[in-house]
C-alpha cells in the first residue's frame, strides 16, 4: 500500500472536525457563563443578605431586575449544556426571588384590614422629586397646577422657584421655600394647614422632613410627612435619617400618609425593616421611578406608605418626567 494512501486515511473525516470545533466552542462558552455565574452569585449573596456594605441598599432595590437577568443566564447555561451549574444557579436565584416575594406579600397584607372597609373620604397627593436643576421647570410647574392633587410634595423644589408664584395661586397654602430660606423640599395644599413643622435631617444638615396635618372634607384630617433620604452609598447616613423619620412618625397621631423620595425600593432591607416597625401600610403596587428612561421598568426608589385608618387605594406615575430625572407619583388616598 502507498503511502499517500496511508496519509489519506490516517485524516479525520471532515464531519468529525465539524464537531471538534462546535464542541470547543461550547466548552468556551460554558467557560464564559460559568465565570457570569460566579460574579450573579455574589450579586445574589449580596441582594438577599444584608452585610451593611455601603451602597447595598441600591444593589438590594435591583433585587428583581438582576434577579430575572440571572434567571434567563441559568436558563442559558442549561442550554448550552451546563446543566448542573445552570440548574444551581437556578436554585439559588429563585431562593432570592422568593425571598423578595415574601417581603413583598407580607407588606401587601396589612392592607386587608382597611380594603374590607368603606372609605369615609378622599383626597390626591402628589410626589413630585423636580430636580434642582430642572432644564424645563415651567412644564413641571404647569403639570401639577393641572394635576387635580390636593396635597403636593415636591422635592428638590429649587427647580420650580421661579414658578412659585404661579404654584401659588392653585396651591395657596405652602411649607418651604420661603423667601430667603432654602428651597428644597416643599409641601403645597389647597387646604389650609391645621399645624406645619420643617425640620433639618441631621446627618447631612440638609431640610428634608417636613409635616403638614389637613382637613379632608369637614371632619377628616390627615397628617402627610415628607422625606427625601440621604443615597444608600453614604456610608450608614441614611441610618440616621430613617431613625429620625421613624421618630417623627413615632409624633404623629391619627392617620398619616408618608411620601418621598427614598433612595431605595420599598423592598430594600432598611425600607422595609423601617416600615414593618413604624406599622407603616403600602401602596397596591410599586411604580418605577428611576431612571426615567426605563419608564414601568424603572426601579421604584419614591415611596408612598399610609398608617391608621388612611390607604393609598391607587398609585400611578406621572406621564412623563418633566424634565427631571424622577417620575413622579400621583396617588387617591382613602380616609376610614
Not at 407580607?106 to 392592607?111: K, L, N, S, V
Not at 417623627?248 to 420599598?266: H, I, R, S, T
Request: glycine content about 8%.
Amino acid at each position: 500500500m502507498s503511502r499517500s494512501c496511508l496519509g489519506r486515511r490516517a485524516r479525520p473525516p471532515l464531519w468529525r472536525n465539524k464537531a471538534v470545533a462546535r464542541l470547543k466552542i461550547l466548552s468556551e462558552i460554558r467557560g464564559v457563563l460559568s465565570g457570569l455565574a460566579l460574579v450573579a452569585l455574589v450579586l445574589l449573596v449580596v441582594i438577599s443578605v444584608n452585610l451593611g456594605l455601603p451602597g447595598q441598599e441600591l444593589v438590594n432595590s435591583l433585587r428583581f431586575h438582576i434577579g430575572i437577568l440571572v434567571l434567563l443566564l441559568a436558563l442559558t447555561m442549561i442550554l448550552a449544556g451546563a446543566r448542573l451549574r445552570g440548574a444551581l444557579v437556578l436554585v439559588l436565584v429563585g431562593i432570592s426571588l422568593g425571598q423578595g416575594a415574601f417581603i413583598v406579600i407580607e407588606q401587601q397584607a396589612r392592607r386587608d384590614t382597611l380594603e374590607a372597609s368603606a372609605p369615609v373620604a378622599s383626597f390626591k397627593l402628589l410626589s413630585f422629586n423636580v430636580l434642582g436643576s430642572n432644564p424645563t421647570g415651567a412644564d413641571a410647574a404647569q403639570y401639577i397646577i393641572d394635576s387635580g392633587a390636593d396635597v403636593v410634595v415636591v422635592m428638590e423644589a429649587r427647580g420650580i422657584g421661579a414658578q412659585l408664584p404661579e404654584l401659588d395661586a392653585r396651591y395657596p397654602y405652602r411649607i418651604g421655600c420661603e423667601p430667603g430660606g432654602d428651597c428644597d423640599l416643599a409641601i403645597l395644599s389647597r387646604w389650609p394647614f391645621l399645624s406645619s413643622k420643617q425640620e433639618m435631617l441631621r446627618a447631612l444638615s440638609r431640610q428634608r422632613l417636613t409635616q403638614v396635618s389637613v382637613m379632608v372634607g369637614e371632619d377628616h384630617p390627615v397628617t402627610v410627612v415628607a422625606a427625601h433620604l440621604t443615597k444608600p452609598y453614604f456610608d450608614d447616613t441614611v441610618l440616621y435619617d430613617i431613625e429620625q423619620v421613624r421618630h417623627a412618625l413615632g409624633q404623629v397621631e391619627g392617620p398619616l400618609v408618608l411620601a418621598g423620595d427614598f433612595n431605595a425600593a420599598a423592598w430594600s432591607s432598611q425600607i422595609s425593616e423601617f416600615a414593618t416597625a413604624a406599622n407603616l401600610i403600602p401602596p397596591p403596587r410599586y411604580p418605577g421611578t428611576w431612571p426615567v428612561e426605563l419608564g414601568p421598568l424603572g426601579v421604584p426608589i419614591d415611596n408612598m406608605f399610609s398608617r391608621g385608618t388612611a390607604l393609598i387605594r391607587t398609585i400611578d406615575p406621572t406621564p412623563q418626567a418633566f424634565g427631571s430625572n424622577h417620575l413622579g407619583l400621583m396617588a387617591t388616598v382613602d380616609l376610614y
